[in-house]
């Protein structure tokens, strides 16, 4: 049973900093791609970006690229989400996915198993 | 960026009753169309692939079809854990993108 346990959300005030990470378990974590997706308070799902099983493609939704980074550390089957310069509108609940294939050359376009979410608060 | 536009937004229906939701895309997308449930406060849980495969695991009842443009997920008799939101999601280019979900209610 695949396992995604994120953490590191919380309240931030506009233009700060924070970071996600999201713990891997119970599957060949270096196989696949993640994704993060976000879900605002009572909307819907929005994709926030993707990476590579090995790191090397990472692709971003508009609305966040040049202030997140997606990154993942394969040695300690972790998955982070550098944000900066948040917005208010960046207030949601952050979910990391795994995707469904194992080691897709381009994109993977398959969120499959979903962690818990943590809440992420941009608000002064 | 491709739209996807679900609908209805909401609907009421009884247990035992047949359920059909629509999703169409704004440009062709083949069959790269995954469907979603999600329940108050839980992660969303992938129900269907390729717009027609059953993810492992979740029931017969239901079943999706579709193709190029205009897509559907069918509930065959409603059943009392089924009530939820439901998402389309198109897999075909990035950015990946949802429909806005249609929320099925007890009638």
């Known amino acids: 049973q695949v396992q995604l346990v994120e953490s590191g959300g919380g309240v931030v005030q506009p233009g700060g900093s924070l970071r996600l990470s999201c713990a891997a378990s119970?599957?060949?974590?270096?196989?696949?791609?993640l994704h993060w997706v976000r879900q605002a308070p009572g909307k819907g799902l929005e994709w926030v970006a993707f990476?590579?099983?090995?790191?090397?493609?990472?692709y971003y939704a508009d609305s966040v690229k040049g202030r997140f980074t997606i990154s993942r550390d394969n040695s300690k089957n972790t998955l982070h989400l550098q944000m900066d310069s948040l917005r208010a509108e960046d207030t949601a609940v952050y979910f990391c996915?795994?995707?469904?294939?194992?080691?897709?050359?381009?994109?993977?376009?398959?969120?499959?198993?979903w962690g818990q979410g943590t809440l992420v608060t941009v608000s002064s | 960026d491709i739209r996807v536009t679900q609908s209805p937004s909401s609907l009421s229906a009884s247990v035992g009753d047949r359920v059909t939701i629509t999703c169409r895309a704004s440009?062709?997308?083949?069959?790269?169309l995954n469907w979603y449930q999600q329940k108050p406060g839980k992660a969303p849980k992938l129900l269907m692939y390729?717009?027609?495969t059953l993810q492992s695991g979740v029931p017969s009842r239901f079943s999706g079809s579709g193709s190029g443009t205009d897509f559907t997920l069918t509930i065959s008799s409603l059943q009392p854990d089924d009530f939820a939101t439901y998402y389309c999601?198109?897999?075909?280019?990035?950015?990946?993108?949802f429909g806005g979900g249609t929320k099925v209610e007890i009638k």
């Open positions: 996915a795994k995707d469904r294939l194992d080691r897709v050359i381009t994109f993977g376009g398959d969120p499959e198993s």
């Open positions: 119970d599957f060949t974590f270096s196989n696949y791609g």
């Open positions: 990476i590579g099983y090995d790191g090397r493609n990472k």
């Open positions: 440009q062709g997308i083949s069959n790269y």
């Open positions: 390729g717009a027609s």
């Open positions: 999601q198109q897999s075909h280019s990035l950015p990946l993108t």
